[in-house]
């Protein structure tokens, strides 16, 4: 008997107006235009305005994927919300989700996997229709970066975005889909990206406040290290579990963290640039949104048939790997 498959069905995101161009961050910090792009690749990105949480954005990017796949609400089973902004600890942001676009007969959850959290999420979606429980799954990516982001220390301020993707998933109807996932984690890595206060460990007071400890902190040199590694590995693991070769593949969908990161992980696959998903130039590190966000990007270049693989690195550490047949004409 075959095994029933995911397939992505279309996708939906939402970006904030408001563009924070590397010029206008010089004016904040000592950085400049020059430092940025060299050491990221990094130009601008977005940034949500106003009393508004990651949800808003989350909601803009459901409601485009129900427009574009004629989906009612009222159709989808489940909503799983990767995100290390959730509005508030609870409820969870899947929850305000389906409250606002109507989704009234699904249930939801949040993952928190930082920039791997989409393809945690995604994994978890594929495995709620191949059981056959469910036959709408939405996976939403989405953070609003600004929020937990110390905008006097240079060393995380020019990295972060704001923004939101998201994808359904539908059983499959022939051989495409979701058809491989490697996830890993190392906790020992927590004390290199964290934001420190805020959680039960250091609940919020005039001190943590003073100390600015509700903001994310990194040691960048060792993430970096540490992301070129196992990013790199994740994604030529999970070519050599499914017997791909660099001709194979179509397209990497690289997490967008470092053009220096995605550039060390194409070369480990042996894909040429021109099979390289890539936005950061525009939209920095959305976190969890990076990933959907280039699918969305991208998807009018994408054909039924193409092996993508999709590689991420996080906070955490987490990181991992999902190999995915494309399931429709991106032009469609």
Not at 248 to 275: C, E, F, Y
Not at 313 to 327: A, C, L, P, Q, R
Request: glycine letters at 10%.
């Amino acid at each position: 008997m075959t095994k029933m498959k995911a397939a992505i069905t279309g996708v939906g995101a939402y970006l904030p107006d408001y563009v924070l161009t590397n010029e206008e961050l010089s004016t904040m910090v000592e950085t400049n235009n020059e430092w940025i792009l060299e050491r990221t690749g990094i130009r601008e990105r977005r940034i949500l305005k106003g009393e508004k949480g990651t949800s808003y954005m989350g909601v803009r990017a459901v409601q485009e994927l129900l427009e574009k796949t004629n989906t009612r609400p009222e159709e989808i089973d489940l909503i799983i919300c990767a995100t290390v902004t959730a509005d508030m600890h609870f409820p969870s942001t899947a929850n305000l989700i389906a409250a606002e676009v109507g989704a009234t007969n699904s249930f939801g959850y949040d993952i928190s996997a930082a920039c791997s959290g989409f393809l945690y999420a995604l994994a978890t979606g594929t495995q709620f229709i191949e059981s056959g429980a469910h036959k709408k799954v939405i996976v939403v990516g989405a953070d609003k970066m600004s929020s937990i982001i110390d905008y006097q220390d240079r060393t995380t301020c020019v990295l972060f975005g704001d923004g939101a993707g998201a994808v359904l998933l539908e059983p499959s109807e022939d051989e495409t889909g979701v058809l491989d996932f490697i996830l890993k984690h190392d906790g020992n890595g927590g004390q290199y990206l964290k934001m420190p206060a805020g959680g039960s460990l250091k609940p919020a007071s005039h001190e943590t406040v003073e100390n600015r400890e509700h903001f994310a902190k990194q040691d960048g040199r060792h993430v970096f290290k540490h992301a070129v590694v196992n990013m790199a590995d994740v994604a030529a693991e999970i070519m050599e579990k499914n017997n791909l070769t660099g001709d194979d593949v179509s397209w990497l969908v690289p997490h967008q963290a470092n053009k220096r990161i995605i550039d060390a992980t194409a070369n480990r696959m042996n894909v040429g640039s021109d099979k390289v998903m890539l936005n950061i130039d525009r939209y920095g590190n959305t976190t969890a949104a990076t990933i959907p966000l280039c699918l969305w990007d991208y998807e009018k270049q994408l054909k039924k048939g193409d092996n993508l693989v999709l590689a991420a690195f996080g906070g955490g550490f987490t990181w991992g790997s999902v190999y995915v047949k494309w399931s429709y004409e991106g032009n469609k």
